[in-house]
């Protein structure tokens, strides 16, 4: 990272200074790119409570504000850019495109709001950020596999519940705000199917098989990752290689005898 922070020092002075943000090691480039993750799940926020508040006169204004914002970061991001044209079109370009899109042009295309999460998970897994949590909490170091794995659940579940709201809230009285969506996504993905909320039309009941396909595959799948994984970090002394099965003897690179501590349950 350092070398290529020698490589990016050409340039107008503004352009290393966001360079220096968007990929230095310093406090402060650490603080605006945990900045940045609080702005992102503060849009969606912004959703939910838009969603839950259908109509309010301050949405509209909020939601242009917040792409107003997003435009400019996004331009900062690409100025900021060795390999420009390669993250120009990139998906995560794209997405946040579409996700200003959603923002700016709510009357035609408010549907595509859920799109804001999909924009929260990709920071979430950028390389400078885990490098940050790594490097700054150990806790997050500890249990990085664990909470890595819970956030892909919750933002799964707010994807799922966010499809289904924005495609039945204005056609089905049963799901009036975005609780009743995550509460017909809970009970359907956990196969419980309580039945006092269905999903209406064609394209609903289409939606509500695929959910149960999933339930029973993805999300019980990703339950068990969270609660059991099968994926431990231990260093091997010989090798250093840190992620082994959580019941390996032996280290898959080096074949060094591990003396992995656990409580004897697998």
Not at 33 to 51: E, K, P
Not at 73 to 101: C, F, G, K
Not at 138 to 149: G, N, P, S, T
């Amino acid at each position: 990272m350092i070398a290529r922070l020698k490589d990016l020092g050409g340039g107008p002075g503004f352009q290393r200074v966001l360079r220096n943000l968007y990929f230095g090691d310093d406090t402060r480039a650490r603080r605006f790119r945990y900045g940045m993750v609080w702005f992102d799940l503060t849009t969606i926020g912004v959703f939910i409570l838009s969603a839950s508040f259908p109509g309010q006169w301050w949405i509209v204004p909020l939601d242009f504000a917040l792409g107003t914002i997003l435009i400019i970061e996004l331009s900062a991001r690409l100025y900021a850019e060795i390999n420009r044209p390669r993250q120009v079109m990139s998906l995560s370009t794209a997405t946040d495109l579409v996700v200003i899109a959603s923002l700016l042009l709510p009357t035609f295309i408010e549907n595509l709001g859920f799109l804001r999460i999909v924009r929260a998970l990709r920071l979430f897994r950028s390389f400078q950020l885990l490098r940050d949590l790594r490097s700054d909490s150990a806790w997050f170091r500890r249990y990085e596999d664990v909470i890595q794995r819970t956030l892909n659940l919750v933002v799964f579940v707010m994807i799922v519940t966010s499809f289904i709201y924005v495609s039945q809230h204005t056609i089905n009285p049963q799901i009036n705000s975005y609780i009743d969506a995550l509460y017909f996504t809970i009970t359907t993905l956990t196969t419980t199917g309580f039945g006092d909320v269905v999903l209406l039309g064609p394209g609903g009941r289409l939606l509500a098989v695929i959910i149960m396909i999933v339930g029973v595959s993805l999300f019980l799948r990703l339950l068990q990752t969270v609660f059991r994984p099968n994926k431990i970090r231990f260093e091997c002394p010989d090798c250093a290689l840190l992620i082994h099965d959580i019941d390996a003897v032996h280290c898959k690179h080096c074949g060094r005898v591990l003396h992995i501590p656990d409580e004897g349950v697998v």
